[in-house]
């Protein structure tokens, strides 16, 4: 990312803003996920949390991500499973940039 200013006058207020990337991600039609909800312990007033299911978040694609932003909407905790490696940086800001 560059970012460029050109300053013209003093000002206490100057605030520089980048411009966000386009993010294309692969098409799908349908996700390969699945949600499980966390079983709380016997007797628990609480009612979130899901682990998510088939989805690589190395190699995620459009339906993937709106799959997992309607699952955290709903669940609020997203636990997710059977990933074969960490997240890479570049995943993470796709993950959370959009």
Wanted: hydrophobic content about 40%.
């Amino acid at each position: 990312m560059v970012v460029t200013a050109v300053i013209t006058e003093e000002s206490k207020y100057l605030h520089l803003k980048a411009e966000k990337p386009i993010l294309d991600l692969p098409h799908a039609d349908k996700s390969t996920g699945r949600i499980v909800p966390i079983n709380h312990a016997g007797g628990s007033q609480a009612d979130f949390g899901a682990e998510i299911y088939g989805i690589n978040l190395n190699n995620f694609t459009d339906a993937d991500f709106a799959f997992i932003s309607d699952a955290l909407h709903k669940w609020k905790l997203l636990v997710f499973k059977e990933q074969p490696q960490m997240l890479t940086p570049q995943q993470q800001y796709l993950l959370t940039a959009k």
